[in-house]
């Protein structure tokens, strides 16, 4: 991994790591192909080669100087609690990862990095976002080496040797559920957002090239991306998603050219969220989405909405219900009495109203809302943070309010809304209650946990609820 100096010998340090030297052509390649792209796409430099071959030169050039500078100032290094990583030649960064916030280590080979055989550390950082646990890029080899290192520095030998042969184990063992591609492509494509996006694109070639608007096949570039990024995202997102079982909890893998896997610890989940379009509900297809502690909730790499783990991208109802039983021993979505709304509540929902409604049990509060997306949250008792309930002036006159369960920043959202406000204030004391006698009763090391011996998805009841994919709750 590079020279170590006496000093860091008798330290327990290894200073002033670099990267691999290759990490910012594999890092800026994408900009480089966007700049030819456009210069490709301008008549007037298609006209003259020789300005465009400039230009793009200086694109390649100018490219390659700045991630050789960022390059050269980002350094790594091991210290006796934790791995600093000093970054930035304008603005400098340091992170400091201790080794006892690191929940997981994963190594990941994105497409251009795999064809140069280098890799990257993605880390499981408790409290961090997605960017702040990511290390890159090593030779894999020096990668796998690395892993090891910081596992045995964050877990200790034995247990970085445990996990080593959990990780083989589980290579070796069926997963529990594979989501096919096919059906990736159908809820894409049905989806509320590439519907729209492709209809209003249709509607605009219609009217430019037959009805004669004018308007422009320029103005049609926003939705044409509103019909591929979703695409991309999901169905090379999501290719081959498997869930399968490891020593640590459920585990996730997933992508096409560039495969990503998480962990679900035991005892770390928050909430759950079940989202299910119009269109869905009538194929009986939901996404299942969760909070975790300290990685659900963050916004990073340009994303416009809070995010959980996925912890099924699209599913049946079967597989619905088999999956939140193995995050949540016993518990069945369908036994769970739900009370909806009162009716004058339609003065401020008039189609919505009938699809408001929440219900408890002796283990989570459950939520729902709705009727252009259902939304269903589930959080449990042992993890509310907090009960209040609130009315707007409109909602006085009819006598209703709201009673917001609060959790971790995250996509969950259990919200009973437009209540009577005599039910919502007891309510509102009767979640507080349950949650304080949840968290004496239950040990939050092993409250949520995976089952030993589950059940076959094929033998799962059906779900009453079954949710997945827009965040409309019209």
Do not use: C
């Given at each position: 991994m590079g020279p170590v100096t006496e000093q860091a010998e008798q330290t327990g340090e290894v200073v002033g790591q670099r990267l691999h030297p290759l990490t910012p052509f594999v890092k800026g390649w994408g900009y480089f192909v966007v700049a030819a792209f456009a210069l490709v796409n301008n008549e007037g430099l298609r006209s003259n080669l020789k300005i465009a071959g400039i230009g793009l030169a200086g694109v390649l050039v100018g490219g390659i100087l700045l991630g050789a500078l960022s390059w050269w100032f980002t350094k790594w290094q091991l210290t006796n609690?934790?791995?600093?990583?000093?970054?930035?030649?304008?603005?400098?960064?340091?992170?400091?990862?201790?080794?006892?916030?690191?929940?997981?280590?994963?190594?990941?080979?994105?497409?251009?990095?795999?064809?140069?055989?280098?890799?990257?550390?993605?880390?499981?950082?408790?409290?961090?976002?997605?960017?702040?646990?990511?290390?890159?890029?090593?030779?894999?080899?020096?990668?796998?080496?690395?892993?090891?290192?910081?596992?045995?520095?964050?877990?200790?030998?034995?247990?970085?040797?445990?996990?080593?042969?959990?990780q083989q184990a589980e290579a070796a063992a069926p997963p529990l559920l594979t989501v096919p591609t096919n059906r990736l492509l159908g809820a894409t494509l049905l989806s509320s957002t590439v519907v729209a996006s492709a209809g209003g694109l249709v509607w605009l070639i219609v009217a430019t090239m037959v009805l004669d608007f004018h308007i422009g096949l320029f103005a049609g570039l926003p939705l044409l991306l509103g019909v591929v990024q979703p695409i991309w995202k999901q169905v090379v997102g999501n290719h081959g998603f498997t869930l399968s079982e490891s020593g640590h909890g459920l585990r996730t893998k997933r992508g096409l050219f560039d495969i990503q896997r998480q962990t679900i610890p035991p005892g770390r989940v928050q909430g759950l969220l079940i989202t299910e379009p119009l269109i869905w509900r009538a194929l009986g297809w939901s996404r299942v989405e969760l909070d975790i502690a300290g990685v659900a909730g963050q916004k990073e790499d340009g994303d416009d909405m809070l995010e959980g783990a996925q912890l099924l991208p699209v599913g049946e109802r079967a597989e619905v219900a088999y999956v939140l039983s193995r995050v949540?021993?016993?518990?069945?979505?369908?036994?769970?009495?739900?009370?909806?709304?009162?009716?004058?509540?339609?003065?401020?929902?008039?189609?919505?109203?009938?699809?408001?409604s929440y219900g408890v049990d002796e283990q989570v509060m459950v939520t729902t809302r709705g009727w252009v997306s259902r939304r269903t949250s589930i959080v449990l008792h042992h993890k509310t943070q907090s009960v209040r309930m609130e009315q707007g002036p409109i909602q006085r006159r009819l006598g209703l309010?709201?009673?917001?369960?609060?959790?971790?920043?995250?996509?969950?959202?259990?919200?009973?809304?437009?209540r009577d406000q005599v039910e919502a204030a007891a309510l509102v004391e009767a979640q507080a209650h349950r949650a304080r006698e949840a968290r004496r009763t239950v040990a939050a090391s092993a409250a949520v946990q995976t089952q030993p011996n589950p059940p076959s998805p094929d033998g799962s009841s059906n779900s009453a609820a079954s949710p997945a994919d827009d965040s409309s709750d019209r």
């Amino acid at each position: 991994m590079g020279p170590v100096t006496e000093q860091a010998e008798q330290t327990g340090e290894v200073v002033g790591q670099r990267l691999h030297p290759l990490t910012p052509f594999v890092k800026g390649w994408g900009y480089f192909v966007v700049a030819a792209f456009a210069l490709v796409n301008n008549e007037g430099l298609r006209s003259n080669l020789k300005i465009a071959g400039i230009g793009l030169a200086g694109v390649l050039v100018g490219g390659i100087l700045l991630g050789a500078l960022s390059w050269w100032f980002t350094k790594w290094q091991l210290t006796n609690e934790a791995i600093r990583v000093d970054s930035g030649f304008l603005f400098r960064r340091t992170r400091i990862i201790r080794f006892d916030r690191i929940q997981a280590i994963d190594v990941a080979q994105p497409f251009v990095a795999r064809l140069f055989g280098m890799a990257e550390l993605r880390m499981d950082v408790a409290g961090g976002g997605k960017s702040d646990g990511k290390l890159s890029y090593f030779r894999y080899e020096e990668a796998q080496q690395l892993r090891t290192t910081l596992l045995v520095r964050a877990k200790g030998e034995k247990a970085a040797e445990q996990q080593e042969h959990d990780q083989q184990a589980e290579a070796a063992a069926p997963p529990l559920l594979t989501v096919p591609t096919n059906r990736l492509l159908g809820a894409t494509l049905l989806s509320s957002t590439v519907v729209a996006s492709a209809g209003g694109l249709v509607w605009l070639i219609v009217a430019t090239m037959v009805l004669d608007f004018h308007i422009g096949l320029f103005a049609g570039l926003p939705l044409l991306l509103g019909v591929v990024q979703p695409i991309w995202k999901q169905v090379v997102g999501n290719h081959g998603f498997t869930l399968s079982e490891s020593g640590h909890g459920l585990r996730t893998k997933r992508g096409l050219f560039d495969i990503q896997r998480q962990t679900i610890p035991p005892g770390r989940v928050q909430g759950l969220l079940i989202t299910e379009p119009l269109i869905w509900r009538a194929l009986g297809w939901s996404r299942v989405e969760l909070d975790i502690a300290g990685v659900a909730g963050q916004k990073e790499d340009g994303d416009d909405m809070l995010e959980g783990a996925q912890l099924l991208p699209v599913g049946e109802r079967a597989e619905v219900a088999y999956v939140l039983s193995r995050v949540l021993p016993g518990f069945d979505l369908s036994r769970i009495q739900l009370h909806q709304a009162p009716e004058r509540a339609k003065w401020l929902r008039p189609i919505g109203w009938r699809y408001l409604s929440y219900g408890v049990d002796e283990q989570v509060m459950v939520t729902t809302r709705g009727w252009v997306s259902r939304r269903t949250s589930i959080v449990l008792h042992h993890k509310t943070q907090s009960v209040r309930m609130e009315q707007g002036p409109i909602q006085r006159r009819l006598g209703l309010a709201n009673v917001h369960v609060d959790t971790p920043l995250g996509p969950t959202d259990a919200t009973a809304l437009h209540r009577d406000q005599v039910e919502a204030a007891a309510l509102v004391e009767a979640q507080a209650h349950r949650a304080r006698e949840a968290r004496r009763t239950v040990a939050a090391s092993a409250a949520v946990q995976t089952q030993p011996n589950p059940p076959s998805p094929d033998g799962s009841s059906n779900s009453a609820a079954s949710p997945a994919d827009d965040s409309s709750d019209r």
